[in-house]
């Protein structure tokens, strides 16, 4: 007689502070047959703090698309398995999609233990409008691409939330400025629930003047929350100008594709050719 199908279980652990981790939580961790973790060692200071003595696989990006056969097999020989992340709701911006997938399409049963969420905390903390919003986790590392795609996000009216490293934030910023406007307000979120929490909220360009002013502040997992575009805003209306203009450069000299992408958007052509 086959094996009845386990269960995969989705267990968001605390981003910071331990205390925030969910009772179920600790019971669905302790009662697995296996936890697929992003970085064992990680979880295994997780795992013992809240004395769990379960047996780990690891499961990160640059292993999943071999690993998901493997707990498909589990399952289906009817374990349990716990999928975490190294902190916070597993699959926002971390790996795992792929597994939860293809345990749906296999029949296996899937569900949640929810809870922290890096994105969520600063959201609800920023004062900017939540009945929409727009989450881009972490940009391209390329400055052409980051500035790229930042002017795709120019225009749209939703509350945006980004993740950045430290040792990106100066230029990320400095290409927010740009693409979206300076005088656009955001909230700058480092080390949510942590020891050294800190949240600075102004426009973007005062921010980038804040961590200039203070080194200290670039350290840490940071969190950026920018309001969206108003209607007509300036920032949305330059962003389409720009895309145009790029456009008609590939065909026409860049004096002639400035000139049409300047009367067409209501830009200046020297914003465009910025």
Request: charged residues 25%; contains cysteine.
């Given at each position: 007689?086959p094996n009845?199908p386990?269960?995969?279980w989705?267990v968001?652990?605390?981003?910071?502070?331990?205390d925030?981790m969910?009772p179920?939580a600790?019971?669905?961790?302790?009662?697995s047959d296996v936890?697929a973790?992003?970085?064992?060692?990680?979880?295994?200071r997780?795992?013992?703090?809240f004395?769990?003595?379960?047996r780990q696989?690891?499961?990160h990006?640059h292993?999943e698309?071999?690993r998901v056969?493997q707990?498909?097999?589990?399952?289906?020989?009817?374990?349990?398995?716990a999928?975490?992340?190294?902190?916070?709701t597993?699959?926002?911006s971390?790996?795992?999609?792929?597994?939860?997938?293809?345990?749906?399409?296999a029949?296996?049963?899937?569900?949640?233990?929810p809870?922290?969420?890096a994105a969520?905390a600063?959201?609800?903390?920023?004062?900017?409008?939540t009945?929409?919003?727009?989450f881009?986790?972490?940009?391209?590392?390329?400055?052409?691409?980051?500035?790229?795609?930042?002017?795709?996000?120019?225009?749209?009216?939703e509350?945006l939330?980004?993740?950045?490293?430290?040792?990106r934030?100066?230029?990320?910023?400095a290409d927010?400025?740009?693409?979206?406007g300076?005088?656009r307000?955001?909230?700058?979120?480092r080390e949510?629930?942590?020891?050294?929490?800190?949240?600075?909220l102004g426009?973007?360009?005062?921010?980038q003047?804040?961590l200039?002013?203070?080194?200290?502040?670039?350290r840490?997992?940071?969190v950026?929350?920018?309001?969206?575009?108003?209607e007509?805003?300036?920032?949305g209306?330059?962003?389409d100008?720009?895309r145009?203009?790029?456009?008609?450069?590939?065909?026409?000299?860049?004096?002639k594709?400035?000139k049409l992408a300047?009367?067409?958007?209501?830009?200046?052509?020297?914003?465009?050719?910025?």
């Open positions: 007689m009845k386990g269960t995969l989705v968001a652990t605390p981003i910071g502070n331990l925030d969910a179920r600790v019971r669905v961790l302790a009662e936890v973790a992003e970085d064992t060692r990680h979880t295994g997780l795992l013992k703090h004395g769990i003595d379960a696989l690891s499961l990006e292993n698309t071999r056969p707990i498909i097999e589990r399952l289906g020989g009817g374990e349990t398995v999928l975490v992340s190294d902190a916070g597993p699959l926002v971390d790996p795992g999609y792929r597994l939860v997938r293809a345990a749906r399409e029949g296996i049963a899937v569900f949640t233990v809870g922290p969420c969520i600063a959201l609800s903390i920023a004062g900017l409008p009945d929409r919003f727009h881009e986790g972490f940009l391209p590392a390329r400055a052409a691409a980051r500035r790229k795609r930042l002017q795709e996000l120019a225009a749209g009216q509350t939330v980004f993740y950045e490293t430290p040792q934030i100066d230029s990320m910023l927010a400025a740009r693409s979206l300076g005088d307000e955001a909230l700058l979120c949510l629930t942590k020891l050294h929490e800190t949240s600075f426009t973007i360009a005062s921010l003047a804040r200039a002013s203070d080194p200290g502040q670039l840490g997992e940071m950026l929350v920018v309001e969206g575009a108003g007509g805003d300036g920032a209306k330059l962003a100008g720009r145009l203009f790029e456009l008609l450069a590939t065909e026409l000299p860049p004096g594709a400035a300047a009367a067409w958007s209501g830009c200046r052509r020297k914003e465009l050719y910025k």
